[in-house]
């Protein structure tokens, strides 16, 4: 169903999406952004928001189509379970704890973190760790859970993604700088305390309230879906 222009900026609206930063805060590469100020907070201008979010969304079908796995980024205490799940929903991998350094330019390394928590795993559902001793078992089970909180999200990542789908840019400054040396696009919802020139297809809008970053998170799994929904 093709949303009518009105019909999403309000929708952005109801969901907070408009909410900057204080000007105090604002990166210069926002101020084209800014539509006006309320109460010492910018808002931001959800006609270009709009624009933004749908050129977005077309590069977002594009991988789709052609098979791509987009990385979730999502650190923050209020996107985590946001993104992990939206991520989760159409088989993609994330990032919700710490981003760890050479998730993408060391990715052989990552790839065989990842290959070692499944074995583990493995075993565990098949009883091969039961040969060794209760206190052996034990650091095993430690193990895993050390792997699969950093590693976890990662295991549907065969290979380096087409794309990151960042929330909040500056939050994932590390995340954003080693896609951009990897050539690898980035997606990003970002308010305006971060920088726009560093990010392929950046969506200006509220990445702090968890209604701003559902709404946006939810139309780019539509993209997704969208672009599958054509090949098939």
């Known amino acids: 169903m093709v949303t009518k222009p009105d019909q999403l900026m309000e929708r952005m609206f109801e969901a907070g999406a ?9 990166h210069p590469s926002a101020k084209q952004l800014i539509f006006g100020s309320k109460n010492g907070v910018e808002i931001l201008d959800l006609e270009k928001t709009g624009t933004h979010l749908a050129t977005a969304k077309e590069f977002v079908k594009t991988l789709s189509r052609t098979g791509k796995k987009i990385l979730f980024v999502g650190t923050k205490n209020e996107a985590r379970n946001i993104a992990s799940a939206a991520a989760s929903s159409i088989e993609m991998p994330y990032v919700v704890n710490r981003w ?4 993408l330019s060391n990715f052989p390394q990552i790839k065989k973190r990842i290959l070692h928590m499944e074995d583990l795993i493995d ?3 098949s009883g091969e760790l039961e040969k060794y001793t209760k206190k052996e078992r034990l650091l095993i089970s430690r193990e895993i859970e050390t792997l699969e909180k950093h590693f976890a999200g990662l295991a549907p990542m065969k290979e380096l993604p ?3 789908f960042v929330i909040d840019a500056k939050k994932e400054h590390i ?5 951009t040396k990897m050539r690898i696009p980035v997606v990003s919802l970002s308010s305006s305390d971060c920088d726009f020139s560093k990010i392929a297809f950046p969506i200006p809008g509220n990445d702090a309230s968890r209604s701003s970053i559902t709404f946006f998170v939810n ?3 539509q993209a997704w879906k969208d672009g599958k929904v054509i090949t098939e």
Not at 100 to 103: D, F, H, I, Y
Not at 175 to 179: C, I, K
């Open 219 to 221: 139309e780019i799994v």
């Open 175 to 179: 995340a954003v700088e080693e896609a």
């Open 123 to 125: 075993k565990r559902i």
């Open 100 to 103: 760890l350094g050479g998730t």
């Open 18 to 26: 408009h909410f900057g930063v204080s000007r105090s805060r604002r």
């Open 162 to 164: 087409g794309a990151l």
